[in-house]
């Protein structure tokens, strides 16, 4: 059986990152990255949907497609909102967010519907070959919670920077790859 090699990259530094705002699908980057070092030349790649994942991948001089299983979370009513502003108007709603997986008081996805949608895409993701992913970060905190068998719980324990990336790979079972 030959190896899947995964890496998921995260998106570019956003302004919402930069003021502690929650995410918008339309949020660009603030500085497109540089380039990857050269890449296998079978490499593929795959990006989410949103406006910051798709330049993040342009700037890193690669293409790609679109994979909707990569999509961030989706925050419902709370996109694009600055996290003073709901501490200070919904603390109780927060505080349920953060402490409860299957919670969404703000009437999107749950962390627990994202780990759901990354883990079944992870079961079929069987493809041999190199592959990178451009995502975000509550995304690869799923991904992370996935791998490892993880409580749901240990989702917000978890930081992702921008541009980091998490090395994974698939032989029968998906193991995180540390270099």
């Known amino acids: 059986m030959k190896a899947v090699h995964l890496t998921l990259i995260c998106h570019a530094l956003t302004d919402a990152q930069r003021t502690g705002h929650l ?20 490499t593929q790649l795959l990006h989410a949907p949103e406006r910051r994942a798709v330049q993040t991948a342009a700037g890193l001089a690669l293409t790609g497609r679109v994979e909707p299983a990569l999509a961030d979370c989706d925050l419902g009513r709370w996109q694009g909102l600055a996290l003073k502003q709901l501490q200070a108007e919904q603390p109780e709603a927060l505080e349920q967010w953060l402490q409860d997986p299957h919670s969404a008081p703000h009437g999107g996805e749950s962390i627990a ?20 992913a451009v995502t975000h970060p509550l995304v690869i905190r799923a991904v992370l919670v996935q791998v490892l068998g993880c409580p749901l719980a ?26």
């Open 23 to 42: 995410a918008s699908p339309d949020d660009g980057i603030l500085l497109p990255p540089t380039p990857l070092e050269p890449l296998q030349q079978h």
């Open 113 to 132: 519907q994202l780990c759901q949608r990354v883990g079944a895409w992870l079961a079929g993701f069987d493809t041999p070959g190199d592959w990178l």
């Open 154 to 179: 240990s989702l917000q324990r978890i930081d992702v920077l921008p541009l980091s990336r998490l090395a994974l790979s698939y032989t029968g079972q998906w193991r995180l790859r540390l270099a």
